[in-house]
Each structure stands twice: as C-alpha cells, then as structure tokens.
C-alpha cells in the first residue's frame, strides 16, 4: 500500500543508548509531524515539517530529542541518551497540504514502540 | 490547550447510538475526529472547519458548535467495528508557532458489545 510507514515497530533501548526511528510519509506529501503517545492518552505533539523545513519543534520534550527531514521526504527522530520516560508510541503523520492538519486529514503510521530498559 | 473529552468511557449494545463529546476553554477553528484500535494507528473520520458545521459519514456524523466552542460525534446504530478509542484534535492556526499542530484530548473508549 502506500501508506506511512514506520520502522522499527518496536524498539528496545537500555537506559543511555542512542535511538532513530524512521517515518517514510506518503509520496507527495508536503507536511510530517511527529507524535509521542503515552500508554491510554492522546498523541502529543512533538514537531512539524513543511517539506525540508521544521517549523515547529516546540512539543520536543528535551534537548535530546532531534529531528530532521533533509529531503522533504524520509524523516527521522533521534533521541539521545535515552530516558525510563520516554518509553511510549512514537507515531508519524503525513498531510498533503502545506497547512498542516488545519484543511486535510493527516495519515498517521503504525508508530514506533520503544521501550526504555 | 488539550480538549476536554466526556465521556471518558462507554459501552454499548450493537444496535445503539452514542455522542461523544469535545469542548475547549479557547476558541475553535478546526476540529478534527480520529478513531484508534489497539496497537494500531489513529484512522481519520472527519474535519470540522466552520461553526455550525455538521458531516456525515456513513452512520457516524459530527457536529462543530463555534459559540459553545465545542464539537460533538455521533454514533447511531452502533456496530461492533465501531469499537476503540476515538479521539478529536483541535487546530488553532494562529498560535504563532508556524504550524498547524494538532492538541488532542484524552480519548474516549467505546465498547461495543453483541
């Protein structure tokens, strides 16, 4: 299909370790965002891209946390020196418009499940 | 701010309706509805953009009350694949943050049972 996608599904990090999950959005795709989804809450916005541009990153919970989408396509979520709380779904979504979630749908992926150890 | 859901549970019997609710303390421009299942992603339902704006989509519609700065989705005829955790997203584009995030309430669990 072409849908989002995500990898890995599920990721298990020791406490320090460095991680990266990648988003591979629809094609064509202008706008990417990046959640972080706690066990029974609602996805929490974490940061926004129009195309190659961040601009927004202001949900980014600490310094440790990075993204980047060099392309306009491909993005990825780095986060260093892994922290006990940031175990949770990390979820992607791709909307087609350059206005973000505000007029379109947003196509979210299956995420990504890390666990911090 | 996070958009306040009620109820934050419920179950039904197939065959019977539901409305889920989602207010907010500051004004509303956009209010979106998505569906989760277990283990798997958010599903879009629909977009609300004006006040006073209602959609339908199959047997699920919606309604968007600008003044009450509230939206509200409802369910009729409730089937089991109407079961997970449906939640809405408020957009407000002027927040100056050069995006369009969207602030998700907390969800609410819906249980469809034969």
């Known amino acids: 299909g072409a849908g989002v996608s995500q990898s890995p599904r599920y990721k298990v990090a020791k406490r320090g370790q460095d991680v990266a999950l990648r988003c591979d959005p629809i094609s064509g795709h202008v706008s990417l965002f990046w959640y972080q989804q706690a066990l029974g809450q609602g996805p929490e916005f974490l940061t926004y891209f129009q195309n190659e541009a961040q601009l927004d990153k202001s949900g980014l919970p600490s310094d440790r946390f990075f993204a980047e989408r060099p392309e306009g396509s491909v993005s990825t979520l780095k986060i260093q020196r892994t922290q006990q709380e940031d175990s949770a779904v990390y979820l992607c979504?791709?909307?087609?418009?350059?206005?973000?979630?505000?007029?379109?749908?947003?196509?979210f992926g299956p995420g990504t499940r890390l666990t911090v150890l | 701010q996070q958009p306040v859901q009620s109820p934050q549970a419920v179950i039904l019997r197939e065959g019977e309706d539901a409305v889920i609710n989602c207010s907010s303390s500051k004004a509303l421009y956009s209010v979106h509805w998505y569906r989760q299942k277990h283990g798997e992603a958010p599903v879009f339902l629909m977009i609300l953009l004006k006040g006073g704006e209602q959609k339908g989509h199959d047997k699920i519609s919606a309604s968007f009350n600008e003044k009450k700065q509230q939206s509200s989705l409802y369910l009729t005829a409730s089937q089991l694949s109407y079961s997970g955790t449906y939640f809405c997203?408020?957009?407000?584009?002027?927040?100056?943050?050069?995006?369009?995030?969207?602030?998700f309430g907390k969800g609410t669990k819906l249980s469809v049972i034969p």
């Open positions: 979504a791709s909307s087609l418009g350059a206005s973000g979630g505000f007029y379109n749908e947003q196509f």
């Open positions: 997203g408020t957009v407000n584009p002027y927040s100056g943050a050069g995006s369009y995030q969207l602030t």
